[in-house]
Structures are given as structure tokens and as C-alpha cells.
């Protein structure tokens, strides 16, 4: 297997962005297939039939993919529904691609190193990733089907405005649809972790742009399973039956996905650009989900009736006002990261966290200071409950071969 990197005079509109926007789910990884003459490497191995779908295939992926990258740049908020059928049709696309571009690696075939595909990258420091195997065609596109669920997440998520001018509220069922996309783009990544990546040698591995790296697609998926956790802690935040016990553990779930996800990214070379902005955004919202754990926790000390809980609930909720302000200065570097970025309206968990933190936080540890002395409080926050993760990504799986593969007699 070949692995060329290159860089062209010309770079990618995304690598060029100076601004992304408003951001609500971060799309870290929006990578770019680029052009491939086909019937050069196949042409004497495939009928003409099957050829011809394969190359018409991939440049409407091209063509498409091209045209959203285009619209991925410009920093404004878009509600139409034509951007979102936009994306879908690219989803469709690459779907469609998928089972014609599986038979190039299906078990017997000799065609699997024979084109050399090329994709522009957006986290890597090269700019392009050209590679003849086929496999690495395959975890490109189920990359990129993730990348773009993240986007419709990201859409969803947006304050919309009225034609009045006023912010309108999430409504429930786009936070649902958001949870159901981010699941699907977690189970695409790990369909690419669990079944493609091991069909690619270690050795070649490493040839493997930082975007497509084990650790940057584990922490992605992780962050897709964290932010669906967030989205149902602010449900529950709304919803009058969930016990503080249900918030405590949902907080604390999002801590360990948040928390998995930076250990993966971590290990990777901090770079500049797309691929330091990610770590950013990772450390941002591990910080977030640490303040909402701990002031659950604390709450929930809180209630019991000895010296001990009390203290140790000053220092939960101590903790959670500490992180509070961590997220927001992790907040403000990220957003100012290149290329530069907002922050939508409060919505969510983190409207209501942002207010009751400081407030119950301070009420609290005031009265427990009056009734019990300084040196009698707990100074180091206690360790929070370690639950089971209920959250597991989609099971996608790969398709089957287009049918076209099963009357095919290629001789290469």
C-alpha cells in the first residue's frame, strides 16, 4: 500500500476558514475527497457497467462534498431546511457509495491496492492524504458520514430567531433528533474503529492522517455520546419528575465520556489550527461537565444530617464553582482559537447551571460556615460516584456489495 503527502498551491476553504460561526456540537474533522481517475488503475479489471457506477458514485461525492465544504466556512447561522436536505442528500450519497466501493476490498479481490485515493485533510499538517488502499477509502467515508451527522446536530442545536427578532427555545423534539444523529455519528465511528481499522496494517497505520488517528476518531466518538448526555441532562433539568439522583448521574456519566475523550486526544501531537481548536473544545466541556457533577454531588450531601456531609458538601460545591469558571475561561481560548468561533445563546444544562452554581454555591457554604468552624470544612473535593455507562453507540454495519459485484467476473 502506497501513501503519498502533498501539499497543492491551492489549499482547502476549510483549512482556509477564518471563522466557523456559532457552535454548538464542534465538527472538527470536515476532510474532502478529491477527484480520481478511475479507469486508469480498473479499467482492464471491471466491465464497463460496473466502472462507470463506481466513477459516477464517487463524483457526485466529490461534487457534493466540494459544495458543502463551500457552505461549512461561511460564519452564519443557518435554519433553512434547504441546507439540511442538503446535507442529507450528501449522506445519501456517500451511502450509496459505500456498497459499490466495498467490492474493491471483499475477500478474493485483487483490486483493493490498486487506485490511489485522495482526500484534503483539515486536522493534519499536510494538506492532502492520497493512499492506495481501498480500506483507507472506506474509513474516509464513514468518517465523513460522521462528520456530517455532527453538523446536523450542530444545526439542530441552534437558537433559531423569529421573524420578530426573539430567540426562540429548542423545542424538544430537535433535542431528541440531535440525540438519535449523535448516536448514529458515534455508531459510524465505531463501525471505522472496531472493523476498518484493523484491516489496515500498523505499519500503515501510521501513514494515516491525524484526522483519521485511533485517538482522534475514539475521542470523537466519545464527544458525540457527551454531548447527547448533555442534551438529556437538560431535559431532565426541565422536566419536574427527575430526582436530583437522575441529574447527579447523568453529570456524572458525562464526566467519564468527557473524560475518555480527552485521555484519547491527548495522546495524539499538539498541533495548531483544526486539531488544537479539538483539544480545546474537548477540555472545555470536561470542564462543564465536571462543575454539573459536582453540584449535583454536593446538593446531594448536602441533604444528609452530620458535620461530615455538610463539609464535604462545601467542597463538592466549591469544586463545581471552580470548574464553572474553568469552562469559561476554556470557553473564551477556544473561541478565540483559529479559525475564531461564538458561542450560541445559553440553552440547556448550562443556562440553568451557569446561574444556580454560583448562587446555590455560595448560599450553601455560608450557612455550613456558620454553623460549623473554618477548620472543620473539608478542603479537597470528594470523589465523585462512578456509574455505568448506559450510552453506547448505534450499531451501524457495514452494507452488503451492490448487487452489480455478484454477476462481475474481474480478472486483476
Known sequence: M?????????????????????????????RIPESVDLSQPLGDCLSRGLLDRLSSLRTRMVTMAAQEARRFTKPRRITTTRHGSALSELL????????????????GCQLRDKVPFVWINQEDDAEETAMTNAWYEVLSVLHLMAMLSLLQANRLLLPKISSEGYQLKISEENRRKSIDILLKAAGYLDCAIRHVLPQITPEHRKDLPLDLEEGVLRALCLQALGQCVDIQLGMAIDSPKATLAVKRRLACEMVNYWHQAQNNIAKLPSTDGWAKKHQLFIKWKYAEAKAAAYYYHGLILD?????????????????????????????????????????????????????????????KIRINQDLYSEERTFKTAPTLPDFALALKPDDYQLPPLDPLWNKEDHHC
Open 92 to 107: 445519501r450519497a456517500l451511502e450509496d457509495y459505500l456498497p459499490v466501493l466495498l467490492g474493491l476490498v471483499k475477500d
Open 2 to 30: 502506497g501513501c503519498l503527502l502533498s501539499t497543492p498551491g491551492e489549499a482547502s476553504p476549510l483549512r482556509r476558514a477564518a471563522s466557523i460561526g456559532e457552535v454548538a456540537v464542534f465538527v472538527p474533522g470536515f
Open 303 to 363: 441533604e444528609g444530617n452530620t458535620e461530615k456531609s455538610h463539609g464535604v458538601a462545601i467542597a463538592a460545591l466549591q469544586a463545581s464553582e471552580e470548574y464553572l469558571k474553568e469552562s469559561k475561561k476554556a470557553c473564551e481560548t477556544f473561541n478565540s482559537t483559529p479559525p475564531t468561533s461564538r458561542n450560541p445563546p445559553l440553552w440547556g444544562s448550562m443556562k440553568y447551571l451557569s446561574e444556580k452554581i454560583p448562587k446555590d454555591a455560595s448560599s
